[in-house]
């Protein structure tokens, strides 16, 4: 077998992350991280692979593709020389920080055919795969309302690095509420109009530490959102999904709650309740669990960029996904300033949903 020849532009915390990935990865090769600083001098040290510190060097090694895992603010302009370069990329969440970057992003993978992932990884995740299925399958129904809680206090060390405390890069919303947009785009459908309201009062920085978000999506559904960066509690997927135990722990609490017209299902326990008879509140719900097969989805999403470098398969997260997320994210700070909903009509969301693949 073809080993796919990888490397990591990044080598902060979700490089390594993606390292370790790579490593469990059957055919799959971490051959660089490409970063200036010791941290990157370092990773590639632990992992025995060659450091770089520039883009340019790093195109004349001829990667298969690439994984990038910068600041968000870099996002774009690096996939977009790499694209340039002929050379297919992985672009860790938020795509970038403007949907007219993103659109841009988007219009050059399609004009070149070079195909472009982005890194929303709760998609390869089997919790969210076999919630999807129920949801496909109509034993849920349409979606009639839902809770998500996003409660991850983060220390003081957190924000050493500057640019999470700078508007337009940091912040829980597109730190983290990125992820559940694409989760209930993924889900549910589009999203239509946006409300939200944000604080800053507990840490006092440029950005928000704190959230409330509700959604109106296309099928009629409405979904609130609660976020904190500055709030103790288990509510939040990253700590209770157990996909990444080396950062994490995994409590038995839930973080997601949807109601459906036939069912209610929780995230990410997969309880899935359904009348014991005629739909009624006076009549006993049973859970019945949705079933699960274990995987990790951090190293699913390296199978499924290798195989999508390769031709064999096609973006399962398109470019389009990761700039349409951040068209709703855009849509949310507009209702933040003004103060009133925000709807998301076509002249926001302006970019193809073209997939691409490609054989190298």
């Known amino acids: 077998m073809t080993q796919t020849r990888l490397a990591i532009v990044g080598g902060g915390i979700i490089g390594r992350t993606h390292a370790d990935a790579i490593r469990a990865c059957p055919g799959s090769d971490l051959i660089s991280i490409v970063d200036p600083f010791e ?8 992992f025995e692979c060659l450091h770089l510190e520039t883009l340019a060097a790093l195109i004349e090694l001829r990667p298969d ?36 970057g993103c659109a841009a992003l988007v219009a050059l993978s399609d004009r070149t055919g070079v195909p472009g992932l982005v890194g929303h990884h ?16 109509a ?24 640019w999470r405390r700078e508007p337009g890069a940091g912040g829980p919303i597109l730190i983290n509420l990125i992820h559940e947009i694409d989760l209930v785009r993924h889900l549910f459908g589009e999203i239509t109009e946006v409300t939200a309201l944000t604080a800053n009062s507990q840490r006092g920085y440029d950005v928000e530490d704190t959230a409330a978000v509700i959604l109106r999506l296309e099928a009629g559904g409405l979904i ?29 609490a839930v973080s997601h709650m949807f109601a459906g017209t036939q069912a209610g299902m929780s995230l990410p326990d997969l309880s899935f309740w359904t009348h014991e008879g005629p739909r009624d509140w ?23 960029f290798a195989a999508v470098i390769k031709g064999d398969e096609t973006p399962r997260i398109t470019l389009s996904d990761g700039a349409r997320n951040i ?24 970019t193809s949903s073209k997939p691409k693949a490609m054989m190298e």
């Open 39 to 46: 941290t990157g001098k370092s990773l590639a040290k632990d």
């Open 65 to 100: 593709g690439v994984i990038i895992a910068t600041p968000n603010a870099l996002h774009v302009p690096q996939a977009m020389t790499l694209i340039r370069a002929g050379i297919p990329v992985l672009v860790e969440k938020p795509l970038g920080d403007t949907a007219q």
């Open 122 to 137: 709760r998609r390869h995740n089997p919790i969210v795969q076999a919630a999807k299925t129920a949801i496909t399958e």
């Open 139 to 162: 034993r849920f129904g349409t979606l009639v309302c839902g809770t998500i809680s996003a409660t991850l206090y983060k220390d003081a060390r957190y924000f050493d690095v500057a």
């Open 224 to 252: 609130t959102i609660s976020l904190t960066d500055a709030g103790v509690g288990p509510w939040c997927w990253d700590t209770t999904a157990g996909e990444n135990p080396a950062r994490f722990p995994a409590m038995p």
């Open 282 to 304: 006076t009549v006993p719900q049973t859970n019945h669990p949705l079933d699960l097969v274990t995987a990790d989805s951090y190293v699913e999403q390296i199978r499924h």
């Open 327 to 350: 068209a709703v994210i855009e849509a949310i700070r507009e209702s933040i300033t003004q103060r009133r909903p925000v709807p998301l009509g076509s002249q926001r969301i302006n």
